[in-house]
Every structure is written in C-alpha cells, then in structure tokens.
C-alpha cells in the first residue's frame, strides 16, 4: 500500500497579536533572507512552546513544531488533541490554506476539505448556487456538478430550501450542505474538521457512513478531527494526538484515545487496599486473578476472577450486599455487578470472615482502562443499623487484546442477574457469570 501523505518537519510559527513583523525593516529584512536568499526565517529562532493555559513570554508562538508522520492510502486517521493544540492548523496546512513555516508536506491525489462550517459558501445565494460555486472551489467541473447535484441535494436532506438563500440556513442546514459537497468531490483525500458535532444524531451517522464507505470501499484516505471519542473510535483505524502544537502519540486509535482521556479526565479515587466500612468491618485483599495469577491486567476472552474477604469482628450478626461500578477513564458508567439489586445479603456471623468471589467465562470489555468502583452496604443489630461506603474507592484495571477465539465470536453479553440462588454458602450461577462465598 503507496503512502498516501507525508508530513516532514513540519512547523509553523505565528506572531501574537500581529499579522507582519512589526516593522518594515524586519518585513524587508524577512523578504530578503527568504526569497532572495534562500535562507530561513530569520526570526524562527525566536518563539515559545503553544500552551494556551500559560501567559506568552513571547511575541511568537508555535502552532505546531517538527511534525513527522505519514498516512497510509485507504487509512482513517483521527486526529485529537485538546482545543489549541494544533488539530486545524494541521488541517489548513495539508488543505494548503496556509504554508509552513519550515519543512514540506507530500500528498498523493485530490483533496476535499471540510475546515469550518460555512467554508467557501456565499450567504446571499441560494443553497444550488452555492453548490456550484464551493464545488468548483473545490475543483470540481460544471459537468461534474451537473452529474452529481442531484445526490448531493440529497444526500444533505436540504431539498426543500435548495433555492433559499443560505443566509437563512441553519448552521446544522449549512454544515449538511457543505459536507454533501466535499463528499461528493470524490477526493483522494477527504479532510474534516470537528463540523459534525453541529449536525443532528441523523446527520452524523450519515457522515460516518459515508466516511466509511469512501475509505473502506473506494480505498481514499481520510483525516478527521474530532473531539467525539466515540466517532473517534468508530471510524479511525489509527489516531493521532497532539499535545501543545507537538506530535504527543500516533498508533492504534484505542490506545491514543485511553491515553487522552488519562491525561485530562483523571478521576479522584483512592486506590482499593483495605476498606474499613466500621471500626469492627473491614473488606480486605481486593484481587483480580486471571490464568491463576493477581494482575491489573486482563485479556479478553479467557476466564477471570474478583475476590475480596469480608471480616466482621462485631458481636452482632452482619447482612452484607454490595454492587461494583465498571467505570472508563471520564467516569462513563459501562456496567455493574453485585447482589444489591438481587436482594440476596451475604449474611455473616459474629467474629467471621468470608471470601467473596466472583468468577467471569471471559471478559467483554473493550480494549482499554477501567476502574471498579465498589459500594458496600451493612445492616447490624437486628437491621436497625446501617453503614456504607462507596465511590472515593476504585480499582484500576487494563483490558489486553483479545484472544484469537475471542476475535471469532465476539457477540456475546454479561447477564448478572442470578437463575440460581442456594442457601448457606451463597452460589450463584448466570450466563457467563457466578458468585460464591466461601
């Protein structure tokens, strides 16, 4: 497969708050050194990293600094990053928007851009109007208009308003409109920037399609800006993550996408050790087992286990239900399991100790990090007295890639919700799912 697009070195350097260099002379000075000359900028070497939460201590800044990276033919690559960080400043580069400053960017065929909403479009004509006019923009024939104007029209769902002027569209009408235009180019590359997030749930799943059906069916390379995760991952096969106008990571999109979310939505837990819910009930030895060893790293498709050991050191008899939250790194609930909603307490006796295990057929989460986050519920005395402790503690885990036997038959589903239920030492056996007391 021929490399589709190159970027080597890539770096460019702004000027805060000023278009030239402040001065004439600086201006000529700049002109000559580059054109005459054909030397560098003369004043790159002054500058300052693209932190926008710092104060400048520069009069320039760095929008991105030496990009190195090269895009495969048919590949879709997701491009994420925090707002600042360079994400549309690569974007107009490629879309040759604007130049950089140093080094040079190679790119094999055509490429349609959809940068911003609105972009190329005229507010006082007509929405066919300005399907022609952003269309040869964009480098299209009138021919080529004409054989295609009739899905594109479609394809936005904007029929009805086709004649009105685009002034009184809405964002959404006009992003739909220019996304149909751009998908319609047939490019080699299709570039977009984040302009689905102002589409409807309806849009954006056909603007996905279509992105799919251009880089999977057709073999074009698409790079898409995104700060929707979840499109992120649908989508990208590789990721790209920028950090302060710098090349952060590049590699496969789970593993960029956890490594984004861990650096900005860090959730305030403490780490599980030995949990006194009373002075005289503990929850101890908080394990995850898989292949008969502890570990904090699991791997799809094979067994694994959850154990903790109960003690209760009061005088009383003590009903025990608890519930584990599987949470992702931004604190998104994904599932939960436990015998809190199945009204089954685990009871203990007076001065006791129990284990608690908790066995899984396979794991089904998806590749990436996860916290347990845990919530125990104690009734004593005659259930007269309640205690519980939950959310400040959690467990991290990360899920590996799956087995080969997994990869064949991934429809699977975790049912926690017990068929069986047997007195004294608690057994539970589900679909895929068991709890016992030991």
Known sequence: MSTAIEFNNISKLYRLGLVSSGTLSNDLKRWWQMNVLGKEDPFLKVGSVNDRSKAADSDYVWALKDIDFTVEQGDVVGIIGKNGAGKSTLLKLLSRVTGPTTGNIKAKGRIGSLLEVGTGFHPELTGRENIYMNGTILGMTKQEINSKIDAIIDFSGCERYIDTPVKRYSSGMTVRLGFAVAAHLDPEILVVDEVLAVGDAEFQKKAIGKMQDVSRG???????????????????????????GMLSKMGDTPDIINAYISQNFKINYRTIDDIAITNDFQICHFILEQNGKHTDEVEQGIPFALSFDAINSMGSDVDLTFNIEVKTEDATSVTCFGNEFQHYPIKLKPHSKVKIRMNFNEMLLKRGAYYLSPYFLISYNSRSEVKDKYLEYAKKIIVKDPSPAYLANPMKTWNFFPTRHQHGNLSWEVNGFSMEVL
């Open 218 to 244: 057709e073999g074009r390379t698409v790079l898409f800006v995104s700060h929707n995760m979840a499109s992120i991952g649908l989508l990208c096969k590789h990721c790209i993550l920028l950090e302060n």
